[in-house]
């Protein structure tokens, strides 16, 4: 099975040059100057397009269980809407119930994902803490290659991790080579703020802002930084969606601190002004958490990003339909929390950031796909255009244009977050595993087709870790006595 990319512009994290770039049986085998290639080589005609590592979304919640249903959007309709947008891989959360165990829960996501038609892996969320949730984490770690673990410091009553589980869970990471990463917001606060506004009589979606302010993100992003910090383990946070998180993240890696942020899509383009809309159905199309935010945070995101304190973008991809939604209509604490956009984050982020020159083409590979790949473990496999690389490509056609509609999109959701947005740079060809999958417009996917990917601890892979392990342990007790 081989396939030629003849005559675009390779655009990788750190260069662009024109190339021909050839597939064999899923792995790119060839990256040159007008490569000759066996006859029976499907050939894709790249001429003024550019040719990228596809798109890793690392934080996805595909037929998530959550507020009592389950994600419209499986991991199959997801994985194809993925591809549909450029996105050839996928890092989703295995989030088991407290109480229950990891494996269990892993092997119940591995199930589910079978039907995925790209590649994919998973994190998985600590929402509990005894022995045996530290032994099935050193059980994934070695036996089934995940490398990063998940903490709500939201939901409580629910999933949420207190300050026991973060230090517990932290450092028995840190004892793995694995990645602690953390959904900040304060949820004791949540709560009660959620409670008072119920009292005063706020039924709606915009109570769900109101009850999720910003200090609620910066406090809890500050905590799990400086936990982080005491036990000398990297952390990484998802949507940091608020300034006052930001500035966490910038201060402690200005002081030399390995922290991570991700940054999703739809923070960085809408704003809290979704809530006030009188139709509750679009209000609540809205909810999830973090929430929205004025709009003054966009700027603060966008700099983060331009700036390298933010490294990643994702969507937070979890996916509920208005009958789903409707759970909430009087207590905006039902509503289920969630919104999509895994195919759409690519070609928002080239609008926005691209065209508008916040973002070079190199810098926007580094957040749509190399960067995630580095710091969860899967370079150069993914994330790259090089030989040996997998052979996962998006050919990006920046002059074709498009207007993002739920009435065409191809995720299984009835609402789009970004609908009616017209974007210029689209991609026109996905390539998973060496085969073509999309091609201007239209889907030729197999279920199943998805690989899980495992991911490999960091240490003695990622040096610098490495180096930071062996300089100085989390205590100075040994632990281990
Ligand atoms: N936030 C959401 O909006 N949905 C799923 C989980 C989460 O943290
Ligand atoms: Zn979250
Ligand atoms: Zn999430």
Not at 168 to 182: E, I, M, Q
Request: with cysteine; charged share 20%; proline share 5%.
């Amino acid at each position: 099975m081989s396939l030629l990319i003849k005559g675009g512009t390779v655009v990788t994290a750190d260069q662009s040059f024109m190339a021909d770039v050839y597939c064999v049986d899923g792995k790119i085998a060839k990256v040159g100057a007008d490569l000759t290639v066996p006859g029976g080589t499907e050939v894709i005609d790249a001429a003024g397009q550019y040719v990228m590592p596809g798109g890793i979304d690392p934080h996805t919640h595909m037929q998530l269980p959550f507020m009592g249903t389950v994600a419209s959007e499986d991991f199959y309709s997801g994985t194809a809407a993925g591809l549909a947008g450029g996105t050839t891989c996928i890092i989703d959360f295995v989030i088991p119930a407290p109480g229950t165990s990891l494996m269990s829960a892993f092997h119940q996501w591995r199930e589910w994902a079978e039907k995925s038609v790209s590649d994919y892996a998973f994190h998985v969320a600590v929402t509990w803490w005894d022995e045996s949730v530290a032994q099935d984490m050193e059980t994934l770690v070695k036996e089934h290659g995940v490398n990063s673990f998940k903490h709500f410091m939201a939901y409580k009553g629910a999933i949420m991790a207190d300050d026991e589980i973060l230090v517990n869970s932290f450092s028995k990471a840190w004892d793995l080579g694995a990645l602690p990463t953390v959904h900040a917001e304060n949820g004791e606060l949540v709560y009660q703020l959620q409670k008072k506004l119920l009292a005063m009589g706020i039924t709606g979606p915009e109570g769900h802002p109101q009850s999720r302010p910003p200090e609620v993100e910066g406090e809890a992003a500050n905590r799990a930084i400086r936990i982080a910090q005491a036990l000398k383990t990297p952390v990484y946070l998802v949507h940091v969606s608020t300034e006052e998180a930001l500035d966490s993240v910038t201060r402690a890696r200005s002081e030399g601190q390995r922290v991570f942020g991700e940054v999703l899509a739809g923070h960085l383009l809408i704003d809290d002004s979704v809530y006030k809309n009188k139709d509750f159905d679009v209000a609540a199309a809205h909810v999830m958490s973090p929430p929205f935010r004025p709009k003054k945070a966009q700027d603060a995101l966008w700099k983060g990003l331009q700036s390298g304190n933010l490294q990643t973008t994702a969507t937070d991809h979890c996916c509920f339909c208005a009958d789903q939604k409707a759970a909430g209509k009087d207590d905006f604490t039902k509503i289920p929390n969630g919104t999509g956009g895994v195919e759409n984050r690519m070609e928002v982020l080239w609008n926005a950031g691209v065209n508008t020159g916040r973002l070079t083409m190199n810098e926007f590979v580094k957040v749509t796909s190399t960067n995630a790949a580095q710091i969860f473990n899967m370079y150069p496999r993914k994330g790259a255009i090089a030989e040996g690389s997998d052979a996962d490509i998006v050919v990006w056609d920046p002059k074709g244009k498009k207007t993002i509609s739920a009435k065409t999109h191809h995720q299984n959701v009835d609402y789009n977050i970004f609908e009616g947005m017209e974007v210029t740079g689209i991609p026109s060809h996905t390539i998973s595993q060496g085969k073509l999958v999309y091609c201007n417009g239209k889907l030729n996917v197999v279920r199943g087709a998805g690989n899980y990917i495992k991911r490999p601890p960091f240490a003695p892979y990622f040096d610098a870790i490495g180096k930071m392990r062996d300089m100085d342990p989390p205590f100075s007790v040994d632990r281990d006595s």
